[in-house]
Nanobody, 123 residues
């Protein structure tokens, strides 16, 4: 049974940095693309970043481009989201998601999801 579990969420000041981690199990890691999504209070779930198998393709939502970096580690079966220059509007629950096909910026196309981790950007 495929499982994803996020960690690393915290309260951080504006301008700060944070790294989210996603531990995966029960799926052939190298065959899956992964994405990070988020849901802010009172808003719809939205795409943040995605990475293809073997890290050949990465792309980002315009709102995080240049500030966030997605990566993956096949030795550890882990996916990461490095976040810098955080803003209050980045406050949300962040989810790791897996997709057996290629990358996508559509959250509904992801097969497996973690429970999420809370990121709060506040002074």
């Amino acid at each position: 049974q495929a499982q994803l579990e996020e960690s690393g969420g915290a309260v951080v000041q504006p301008g700060g940095s944070l790294r989210l981690s996603c531990a995966t199990s029960g799926l052939p890691f190298d065959d899956y693309a992964f994405g990070w999504m988020r849901r802010a209070p009172g808003k719809e779930r939205e795409f943040v970043a995605t990475i293809s198998q073997r890290s050949l393709v990465k792309y980002y939502a315009d709102s995080v481009k240049g500030r966030f970096t997605i990566s993956r580690d096949s030795d550890k079966n882990m996916v990461y989201l490095q976040m810098t220059a955080l803003k209050s509007e980045d406050t949300a629950v962040y989810y790791c998601a897996a997709r057996a096909m290629g990358t996508s910026n559509q959250p509904t196309l992801y097969d497996t999801w973690g429970p999420g981790t809370q990121v709060t950007v506040s002074s």
